[in-house]
């Protein structure tokens, strides 16, 4: 926390009291404070507001923060002793109004740069200067000011804001139905300080679109945002999750019930986007946290979190009552049969312990029959089976199931993306005995991700999504960065979502008709089938790491999936500049650059690791770095069975003359994806084997487009790593460090998957690397030679230079018009080395390439 970093900098700085008075050594004290920052606070950061007019302005605005009856409403609290960790920062508050309060007090306090007092009183009329923060219930000033007609449509998640002017003065009101609404308000109001947005005339009304905007917490795998034993903030017993149940050694005191200051900046950061649920386990689950100890933990979690809104749920494992920890209560496989009470009346009972302990737990997340999970088909019994067999056993204590989608059992089809749909379509078709259609029962959400494949960085959208308009869907996306370059990579996924969000699924109704709303969002949000129970769920990425994610970009995934999951119809970009204004600077070239940086970088890492829907490439081991060649135990986790390269082309056919895959979808992506000559070129060889001979849109041959693009992904990072560089007076000193350390990885990487990738392709290609016409090709003139064919891969260039002539460049000229060079360096003599700079505007952002000429003597 900045606070301790503070505090801790003190005793340095103190000596030069004495000489240069007391502000020099409060700016001096803030500065080195900044320049210490870890990212601990992710987005939640108040710093004062830089410009003096708009700091008068926000002064002038708001002078005093009135709660009334913060206390009234207690959230319910389990564990009687909940306390949080000696020496804590954070504190627990008992209301949710209480979290509103302390958040309005503390954030005014950074940005305005002094205290704003704090009363409970209105009196008869709200003093100009109040911010005014409350529900009808709490509040009289609510109630006096706010009609009900203008609250209720906003649901139990919604807010207002409401700007109430008199002359030049006036106040501000903050209102929910309830009082989460009203947190979430307050956390909107801050963020319009925080990002220098006007805060008078304000006239906001927002409710969510979607219900349930879940975390998914992995606490075991694919967890890039912790650190471990070989990192710098070192394991001290702790896993490097962000919620300890178990660590030992040094940490030991540090488990649940026990609260950390990191568990209430998270639930803090997820209330500001509005998340307000979260599994706290891995979808591979553990039974442990279903035993009286872990409930225990959870519940103390649960109380922790729940003034903010969030309610916990676990993921479990099928089999679960047979696992002999449960002894005396536990069951036989034969009393497994979903339809027979045993099993039932087993997790009504589980169930009924987790709803002694947490009263608002939301439910389980399954993973049957699923990479070695157990699950009904186990028995005899399919996937409709296990989850009504559950759902109907929770239902009465109000919890829900998620049950996921992500099957594939090889028996089903040859083609892996084809299998989740056979196993789950029917039962969403099958006709029921009162007339209606589709088994699943009304408690049970299927929770599919939002490609077929497995969170790959470029995916066509999951068939499902429209096709089952009988039971509830949930989408799936990946925050944490598995395959989008884990914790060492800069990937923005907002554009993403948004494209995912936003692609049509040509949905039809019964009749063939198109739905008039048939965006994927639309199905998420239930207004394109009408339904009212809505969910969308990120696989998270917070760690016990400093600044919660591993890598700082990674902050943005978080944020960007909670303001898409409240919002889907937002703009990726707008997210990321309000992320970039939060979290690091509002200075307009800072923002302007960094969020260039980000919006370019997803497709960048799509350029350089799967161009043209090429599909997971990565090695087994660790699912970071490429390995095309990879053959595994099963085909379907190998890179040869994605790629399928042979001497005619690569990529995976199919279309109608292919795996069929294509007829999944409905009939106008169907027809679009199943033509070689309709489908998106960026979707290409997801559903098509490619000749290398194919000429392309840009007029080039497929082989000499695909080398191309890896080339330019790596050149955008480039870009980025340079871009960085110049920000450095920008930026805090720690945080600039760990990302320029960061990018550097991020290139050479970048270049690995490049030159693994094509040099595998080469071998049945049988050609060489283009040349002489990319983006950042160039031919260049030396003592009168023009020399040309330069490999944009190689990362330097030996020019024979005759005896006696001049080493210099006396001419640069660029394959494409629209690229621009500079020569950065010139050869003195020879040998000697000369580098040429040329950077182009492309589809997606910037290209740099720094050309290295060795000049040596023929
Ligand atoms: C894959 C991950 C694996 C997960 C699986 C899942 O590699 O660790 O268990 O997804 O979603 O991407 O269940």
């Given at each position: ?10 005793a ?17 004290l ?23 007019g ?10 005093t ?27 627990l ?22 205290a ?18 409350g ?9 006096q ?12 998640a ?14 501000t ?60 903030g070192?394991l ?40 307000n ?10 039974n ?15 109380d ?37 009470e ?18 608002d ?6 993973k ?14 399919d ?8 759902a ?17 059992n ?11 749909y ?33 969170f ?8 499902m ?7 509830n ?35 039809t ?47 943005a ?14 703009d990726?970009?707008d997210?990321?500049a309000?992320?970039?204004r ?6 307009t ?23 043209f ?60 994806y ?27 041959i ?25 920000l ?5 000193a720690r ?60 990362p ?33 003599g020879?040998p ?7 950077t ?5 952002g910037?290209?740099?390439?720094d ?8």
């Open positions: 926390m900045p606070v301790t970093a503070a505090t801790g900098l003190v340095g700085t103190g000596a030069a009291a004495g000489t240069v008075g007391k502000e020099a050594v409060a700016a001096a803030r500065t080195t404070a900044d320049s210490e920052y870890d990212g601990s606070d992710l987005w939640l950061r108040y710093v004062p507001v830089e410009d003096p708009l700091l008068r302005k926000y002064r002038e605005t708001v002078t923060v009135i709660v009334e009856n913060a206390g009234r409403n207690k959230v319910h609290r389990h564990t009687p002793d909940l306390s949080m960790a000696p020496g804590s920062t954070e504190r508050v008992e209301t949710t109004l209480e979290a509103a309060r302390d958040e309005l007090v503390r954030g005014l306090k950074g940005l305005l740069d002094r704003v007092p704090v009363t409970t009183e209105p009196g008869d009329r709200p003093p100009d200067g109040a911010v005014i923060v529900t009808r219930d709490s509040s009289k000033v609510v109630r000011h706010i009609p009900a007609g203008d609250l209720t449509p906003l649901g139990d919604g807010y207002l804001i409401r700007s109430f002017t008199r002359g030049t003065q006036g106040f009101v903050i209102a929910g139905n309830t009082e989460t609404g009203a947190l979430y308000g307050t956390f909107a109001f801050l963020r319009r300080l925080q990002t220098h947005k006007t805060i008078t005339r304000l006239d906001i009304s927002e409710s969510p679109r979607i219900r349930n905007r879940h975390l998914n917490n992995w606490e075991t795998v694919r967890l890039y945002a912790g650190n471990n034993a070989s990192g710098t070192g001290n017993g702790e896993n490097g999750t962000i919620f300890n149940f178990a660590a030992r050694g040094e940490s030991a005191g540090r488990n649940l019930p026990v609260i950390l200051d990191r568990y209430i900046v998270v639930a803090r950061a997820m209330a500001s986007v509005g998340i649920g979260i599994t706290i386990n891995l979808v591979n689950a553990d442990v946290y279903l035993t009286p100890r872990y409930i225990a933990q959870e519940a103390a979690l649960a922790a979190l729940r003034p903010y809104g969030i309610k916990i749920a676990l993921a479990i494992n099928y089999t679960a009552p047979t696992d002999p920890r449960f002894a005396p209560d536990t069951l036989t496989n034969e009393q497994l049969d979903p339809h027979g045993d099993f039932r009346g087993w997790w009504n009972r589980r169930a009924g312990l987790l709803r002694a302990a947490i009263p737990f939301t439910g389980f997340t399954v049957a029959n699923s990479e070695g999970q157990p699950g009904p088909q186990d028995f005899g019994d996937h409709g089976d296990g989850a009504n067999a559950i109907a056993a929770v239902a009465p204590l109000g919890m829900k199931i998620y049950w996921r989608t992500f099957v594939y090889a028996e089903v089809d040859e083609d892996r993306l084809k299998r989740a056979l196993e789950f379509g029917y039962i969403d078709d099958e006709r029921q005995s009162d007339g209606t259609r589709g088994r699943f029962l009304d408690n049970v959400f299927l929770q599919t991700k939002n490609g077929p494949l497995d790959q960085a470029r995916e066509p959208i999951h068939p999504f429209g096709r089952m308009e009988n039971t869907q949930a989408l799936e996306l990946q925050v944490t960065q598995e395959y989008t370059g884990q914790d060492e990579m800069l990937c923005y996924l907002g554009p993403m979502w948004e494209e995912a969000l936003k692609t049509d699924t040509y949905a109704d019964e009749r063939g008709r198109l739905l008039g709303k048939r965006l994927m969002g639309h199905i998420v949000d239930g207004t394109a089938q009408g339904h009212a129970d809505t969910a969308i769920i990120g696989v998270a990425n917070l760690g016990n790491a400093d600044n919660l994610t591993g890598h700082h970009f990674a902050q995934n978080l944020f960007a999936f909670g303001r898409q999951s409240w919002d889907w119809t937002l990726s970009a997210i990321a309000d992320w970039v939060m979290t690091w600077s509002n200075r070239n800072v923002v302007g650059t960094i969020v260039k940086m980000m919006m370019g970088s997803w497709e960048a890492l799509v350029s350089y690791q799967t161009p829907g090429m599909a997971h490439q990565f090695r087994s081991s660790d699912h970071y770095g490429p390995n095309p060649a990879e053959r595994l135990a099963r085909d379907d986790w190998s890179p040869v069975y994605y790629n399928r390269a042979d001497s005619a082309g690569l990529g995976y056919d199919r279309s109608p003359t292919g795996s069929d895959f294509t007829a999944q979808y409905f009939p106008t992506l169907a027809a679009r199943g033509d070689i000559d309709t489908v998106p070129e960026n979707l290409l060889m997801w559903f098509h084997h490619v000749p290398w001979d194919r000429r392309m849109r840009s007029g080039r497929f082989w000499d487009d695909l080398v191309y693009r890896y080339q330019m992904g790596v050149q955008y990072v480039t870009w980025m790593r340079l871009t960085w560089e110049a450095r007076p920008s930026i805090d945080r600039f460090a760990e990302v320029r350390a960061k990018l550097a990885i991020h290139e050479a990487d970048a270049g690995d998957w490049r030159d693994t990738c094509v040099t595998y392709w080469k071998s049945f290609s049988g050609r060489d690397d283009p040349v002489d016409d990319g983006p950042l090709s160039i031919a260049i003139v030396v003592g009168g030679r023009r020399i040309g064919a330069f490999d944009l891969s190689a330097s260039y030996s020019i024979p230079v005759r005896r006696g002539a001049s080493p210099k460049i006396t001419k640069v000229i660029p394959a494409d018009r629209a690229a621009r060079y500079e020569i950065l360096s010139q050869a003195d020879v000697g080395q000369a580098v040429v700079r040329v182009k505007e492309d589809f997606f910037p290209l740099v390439k050309y290295v000429f060795v000049m040596r003597p023929t």
